[in-house]
Protein backbone atom coordinates (compact mmCIF):
# COMPACT_ATOMS: atom_id res chain seq x y z
CA UNK A 1 0.00 0.00 0.00
CA UNK A 2 0.88 3.60 -0.68
CA UNK A 3 -0.08 6.81 1.01
CA UNK A 4 0.19 9.84 -0.55
CA UNK A 5 1.33 12.85 1.41
CA UNK A 6 0.75 15.58 -1.08
CA UNK A 7 -1.53 14.38 -3.56
CA UNK A 8 -2.57 17.68 -4.51
CA UNK A 9 0.46 17.40 -6.57
CA UNK A 10 -0.05 15.51 -10.31
CA UNK A 11 1.91 12.94 -11.29
CA UNK A 12 4.18 14.32 -14.22
CA UNK A 13 5.88 12.65 -16.80
CA UNK A 14 9.42 13.17 -18.00
CA UNK A 15 10.18 14.12 -21.30
CA UNK A 16 11.90 11.37 -23.98
CA UNK A 17 14.74 13.54 -24.12
CA UNK A 18 15.55 13.59 -20.88
CA UNK A 19 15.45 10.11 -20.13
CA UNK A 20 18.37 9.27 -22.62
CA UNK A 21 20.76 10.30 -20.55
CA UNK A 22 22.93 7.01 -19.24
CA UNK A 23 23.72 9.10 -15.90
CA UNK A 24 20.15 8.86 -15.61
CA UNK A 25 19.32 5.02 -16.00
CA UNK A 26 18.62 3.96 -12.42
CA UNK A 27 15.42 6.71 -12.38
CA UNK A 28 14.08 5.24 -15.97
CA UNK A 29 12.12 2.96 -13.84
CA UNK A 30 10.24 5.69 -12.26
CA UNK A 31 10.80 8.01 -14.98
CA UNK A 32 6.73 7.59 -16.37
CA UNK A 33 5.49 9.34 -13.14
CA UNK A 34 8.24 9.54 -10.88
CA UNK A 35 7.31 9.87 -7.12
CA UNK A 36 8.96 10.22 -4.11
CA UNK A 37 8.15 7.20 -1.87
CA UNK A 38 9.52 6.42 1.96
CA UNK A 39 10.08 3.31 3.63
CA UNK A 40 7.68 3.81 7.15
CA UNK A 41 10.67 3.63 9.31
CA UNK A 42 12.75 6.60 7.42
CA UNK A 43 8.99 8.78 7.72
CA UNK A 44 8.94 8.36 10.94
CA UNK A 45 11.78 9.14 11.62
CA UNK A 46 11.94 12.28 9.94
CA UNK A 47 8.40 13.28 11.67
CA UNK A 48 10.21 12.24 15.04
CA UNK A 49 13.09 14.61 14.30
CA UNK A 50 11.14 17.49 12.98
CA UNK A 51 9.20 17.36 16.49
CA UNK A 52 12.20 17.56 19.02
CA UNK A 53 12.56 21.04 18.66
CA UNK A 54 11.39 24.23 17.53
CA UNK A 55 14.26 24.98 14.69
CA UNK A 56 14.93 23.00 11.27
CA UNK A 57 17.02 19.63 11.10
CA UNK A 58 18.36 18.51 8.04
CA UNK A 59 19.89 15.44 7.02
CA UNK A 60 20.19 12.84 3.58
CA UNK A 61 18.05 10.33 2.29
CA UNK A 62 19.51 7.05 1.81
CA UNK A 63 18.26 5.38 -1.92
CA UNK A 64 17.72 2.01 -2.33
CA UNK A 65 20.36 0.62 -5.25
CA UNK A 66 17.53 -0.57 -7.50
CA UNK A 67 15.26 2.22 -6.92
CA UNK A 68 17.12 6.11 -6.41
CA UNK A 69 13.30 7.50 -5.57
CA UNK A 70 12.70 4.93 -2.52
CA UNK A 71 14.14 6.16 0.91
CA UNK A 72 15.29 3.38 2.82
CA UNK A 73 16.81 5.38 5.40
CA UNK A 74 17.53 9.27 6.76
CA UNK A 75 20.43 10.38 8.48
CA UNK A 76 22.16 13.46 10.24
CA UNK A 77 24.84 15.10 10.00
CA UNK A 78 26.37 17.67 12.27
CA UNK A 79 24.55 20.59 11.94
CA UNK A 80 24.05 23.84 13.06
CA UNK A 81 19.74 25.05 13.51
CA UNK A 82 18.10 27.80 13.81
CA UNK A 83 14.03 29.18 12.98
CA UNK A 84 15.15 29.99 9.64
CA UNK A 85 18.37 27.82 8.11
CA UNK A 86 20.33 24.46 8.62
CA UNK A 87 24.42 24.87 8.32
CA UNK A 88 25.84 21.37 7.82
CA UNK A 89 29.02 21.09 8.99
CA UNK A 90 31.52 20.43 6.07
CA UNK A 91 34.36 17.84 7.43
CA UNK A 92 31.06 15.67 8.59
CA UNK A 93 29.43 15.59 5.30
CA UNK A 94 33.17 14.18 4.10
CA UNK A 95 32.71 11.67 7.04
CA UNK A 96 28.43 11.22 5.93
CA UNK A 97 30.12 10.19 2.58
CA UNK A 98 32.81 8.49 3.40
CA UNK A 99 31.08 5.99 5.36
CA UNK A 100 28.36 5.52 3.04
CA UNK A 101 31.17 5.10 0.19
CA UNK A 102 32.96 2.37 2.89
CA UNK A 103 29.30 0.81 2.95
CA UNK A 104 29.46 0.00 -0.64
CA UNK A 105 26.49 2.86 -1.76
CA UNK A 106 27.30 4.80 -4.82
CA UNK A 107 26.85 8.91 -4.36
CA UNK A 108 23.76 8.51 -6.45
CA UNK A 109 22.25 6.78 -3.17
CA UNK A 110 23.34 8.82 -0.67
CA UNK A 111 24.45 12.26 -2.02
CA UNK A 112 21.61 13.04 -3.98
CA UNK A 113 18.07 13.98 -1.47
CA UNK A 114 18.30 16.77 0.50
CA UNK A 115 15.73 17.42 3.25
CA UNK A 116 14.82 19.74 6.24
CA UNK A 117 11.83 20.46 8.10
CA UNK A 118 10.20 23.68 8.40
CA UNK A 119 8.94 24.82 11.78
CA UNK A 120 6.56 26.59 10.29
CA UNK A 121 3.29 25.58 8.79
CA UNK A 122 4.46 26.17 4.80
CA UNK A 123 6.46 23.53 2.97
CA UNK A 124 7.29 26.38 0.64
CA UNK A 125 11.24 26.28 -0.03
CA UNK A 126 12.66 29.45 1.04
CA UNK A 127 15.34 31.98 -0.94
CA UNK A 128 17.96 30.56 1.38
CA UNK A 129 16.69 26.90 0.66
CA UNK A 130 16.69 27.74 -3.21
CA UNK A 131 20.47 29.40 -2.93
CA UNK A 132 21.40 26.12 -1.21
CA UNK A 133 20.18 23.75 -3.33
CA UNK A 134 21.32 25.58 -6.33
CA UNK A 135 25.20 26.22 -4.97
CA UNK A 136 25.25 22.58 -3.15
CA UNK A 137 23.64 20.15 -5.78
CA UNK A 138 23.64 21.97 -9.06
CA UNK A 139 26.35 19.97 -10.18
CA UNK A 140 25.43 16.73 -9.70
CA UNK A 141 23.60 15.03 -12.63
CA UNK A 142 20.21 15.16 -10.34
CA UNK A 143 19.19 16.26 -7.15
CA UNK A 144 15.81 16.23 -4.91
CA UNK A 145 14.72 18.80 -2.20
CA UNK A 146 12.20 17.63 0.11
CA UNK A 147 10.83 20.06 2.94
CA UNK A 148 8.41 18.49 6.14
CA UNK A 149 6.40 21.35 7.65
CA UNK A 150 5.59 21.42 11.23
CA UNK A 151 1.65 20.10 10.85
CA UNK A 152 2.65 17.59 7.92
CA UNK A 153 2.36 19.63 4.21
CA UNK A 154 5.67 18.71 1.96
CA UNK A 155 7.11 19.60 -0.68
CA UNK A 156 9.36 17.64 -2.91
CA UNK A 157 11.41 18.68 -6.31
CA UNK A 158 13.01 16.75 -8.56
CA UNK A 159 15.49 18.97 -10.67
CA UNK A 160 18.18 18.07 -13.65
CA UNK A 161 21.24 19.68 -14.23
CA UNK A 162 22.27 17.55 -17.57
CA UNK A 163 21.01 18.00 -21.14
CA UNK A 164 18.58 20.41 -21.31
CA UNK A 165 18.19 20.59 -17.49
CA UNK A 166 14.51 21.09 -15.63
CA UNK A 167 13.00 20.50 -12.64
CA UNK A 168 9.34 19.18 -11.29
CA UNK A 169 7.63 19.02 -8.30
CA UNK A 170 6.69 15.43 -7.86
CA UNK A 171 4.18 13.90 -5.18
CA UNK A 172 5.56 12.42 -1.90
CA UNK A 173 4.57 8.75 -0.66
CA UNK A 174 4.84 5.94 2.42
CA UNK A 175 5.61 3.18 0.48
CA UNK A 176 4.28 0.26 2.93
CA UNK A 177 4.78 -2.31 0.10
CA UNK A 178 8.69 -3.92 1.70
CA UNK A 179 9.26 -4.75 4.96
CA UNK A 180 10.37 -1.85 7.18
CA UNK A 181 11.97 -1.76 10.65
CA UNK A 182 10.51 -0.67 14.12
CA UNK A 183 10.82 2.84 15.09
CA UNK A 184 13.94 3.18 17.51
CA UNK A 185 12.88 6.62 19.39
CA UNK A 186 15.99 6.10 21.93
CA UNK A 187 18.55 6.06 18.67
CA UNK A 188 17.03 8.88 17.02
CA UNK A 189 17.22 11.17 20.37
CA UNK A 190 21.33 9.51 19.99
CA UNK A 191 21.41 10.87 16.59
CA UNK A 192 19.93 14.41 17.26
CA UNK A 193 21.99 14.75 20.13
CA UNK A 194 24.77 14.10 18.79
CA UNK A 195 24.70 16.26 15.36
CA UNK A 196 21.95 19.03 16.30
CA UNK A 197 23.32 22.13 17.34
CA UNK A 198 20.70 25.01 18.52
CA UNK A 199 21.35 28.35 17.89
CA UNK A 200 18.93 31.06 19.48
CA UNK A 201 17.51 32.81 16.77
CA UNK A 202 15.80 36.24 16.94
CA UNK A 203 15.37 38.69 13.77
CA UNK A 204 16.19 41.56 14.17
CA UNK A 205 13.53 43.97 12.06
CA UNK A 206 14.56 47.66 10.62
CA UNK A 207 12.12 50.19 11.49
CA UNK A 208 12.92 51.91 8.28
CA UNK A 209 12.08 49.00 6.28
CA UNK A 210 8.34 48.35 7.54
CA UNK A 211 5.59 49.33 5.68
CA UNK A 212 2.40 50.72 7.17
CA UNK A 213 -0.30 50.67 4.85
CA UNK A 214 -3.87 52.61 5.33
CA UNK A 215 -5.15 51.34 8.78
CA UNK A 216 -1.86 51.44 10.41
CA UNK A 217 -1.13 47.11 9.41
CA UNK A 218 2.47 46.83 10.23
CA UNK A 219 3.78 44.29 7.62
CA UNK A 220 7.71 44.02 6.69
CA UNK A 221 8.63 43.90 3.21
CA UNK A 222 8.58 40.38 1.16
CA UNK A 223 11.94 40.64 0.99
CA UNK A 224 13.29 40.90 4.17
CA UNK A 225 10.73 38.21 5.63
CA UNK A 226 10.57 35.72 2.79
CA UNK A 227 13.06 33.41 4.51
CA UNK A 228 11.45 33.67 8.05
CA UNK A 229 9.71 30.02 8.00
CA UNK A 230 8.86 30.48 11.96
CA UNK A 231 6.21 33.75 10.97
CA UNK A 232 5.00 31.70 8.39
CA UNK A 233 3.18 29.69 11.58
CA UNK A 234 1.87 32.94 12.99
CA UNK A 235 0.29 34.09 9.21
CA UNK A 236 -3.39 33.03 10.32
CA UNK A 237 -6.73 35.11 11.76
CA UNK A 238 -5.45 36.00 15.05
CA UNK A 239 -1.76 35.73 14.45
CA UNK A 240 0.91 38.29 15.86
CA UNK A 241 2.99 40.31 12.75
CA UNK A 242 6.96 40.83 13.42
CA UNK A 243 7.33 43.07 16.16
CA UNK A 244 10.24 46.17 15.83
CA UNK A 245 13.70 46.30 17.56
CA UNK A 246 12.22 48.09 20.66
CA UNK A 247 9.16 45.22 20.99
CA UNK A 248 11.39 42.39 20.65
CA UNK A 249 11.99 41.83 24.26
CA UNK A 250 8.09 41.37 24.29
CA UNK A 251 7.68 38.52 22.08
CA UNK A 252 6.29 34.93 23.45
CA UNK A 253 7.88 32.26 21.37
Request: proline letters at 6%; glycine letters at 6%.
Amino acid sequence: MIRPLNPSVKQPALSDKAAKYDRLSPLKSACRSPSLRLNPTAWAKLLYLRDLGDTEVGGFGISAADDLLYIEEIQLVRQSCDMASVAFDDESVADFFDRQIDAGRTMSQAGRIWLHTHPGSSPQPSRTDEETFARVFGHSDWAIMFILARHGQSYARLQFNVGPGGGMEIPVEVDYRKAFQASDHAAWDDEYAANVEIQQWMPMFDESRLLEPAGGDRRLLRDQAEDLDFWWNYDEPGGFLPQTKERQANVEF
